[in-house]
């Protein structure tokens, strides 16, 4: 597959998401390094076939990968789907994907952290499981 025709710098580019949710306007200007990921499903009798679904979660493992790697040379990251605020069709379309042939998986935020990550609290673990997730085994 050919790379996109790019019509817009990365910084126009950008400017164009955030004009899509003004509301988020302060926060997405603090973010240095965006990265849109799509994945092209395989084509069988529906969208989502065996093959299509296989193609979702190996592109969803990969970008895991991509943000561990990121973590491990001292970088943030953040995987933002629904809570971009703005549908999936609007950021494919500001960057040029066909949606008829690409399936939206999300916008990696990443960057260098104000403080080095080996400094940082490690977050409280959870422990448990509580309702409705779990509450006997069947």
């Known amino acids: 597959m050919s790379p996109r025709p790019s019509r817009l710098s990365p910084q ?5 998401i955030i004009a899509l949710n003004e509301a988020k306007k302060e926060a997405f200007e603090g973010v240095p390094g965006w990265m849109l990921v799509t994945v092209v499903p395989t084509a069988g009798e529906t969208k ?9 979660a190996a592109t969803a493992c990969a970008v895991q990968n991509f ?16 809570a971009m605020g ?16 690409e399936h939206f998986m999300g916008i990696i935020f990443f960057g260098t952290p104000a ?13 448990g499981l509580a309702a409705p997730v779990l509450a006997t085994l069947p």
């Open 12 to 16: 126009e580019t950008i400017s164009k």
């Open 48 to 56: 989502w076939n065996p093959k299509a679904l296989e193609d979702h």
């Open 67 to 82: 943000m561990l790697s990121l973590a491990s040379d001292g970088y943030g990251s953040k995987w933002m789907t629904g």
């Open 86 to 101: 703005s549908p999936a069709s609007k950021l494919m379309e500001v960057c040029g994907v066909d949606e008829a042939a």
């Open 115 to 127: 403080a080095a990550t080996s400094g940082m609290p490690v977050p409280k673990r959870k422990v």
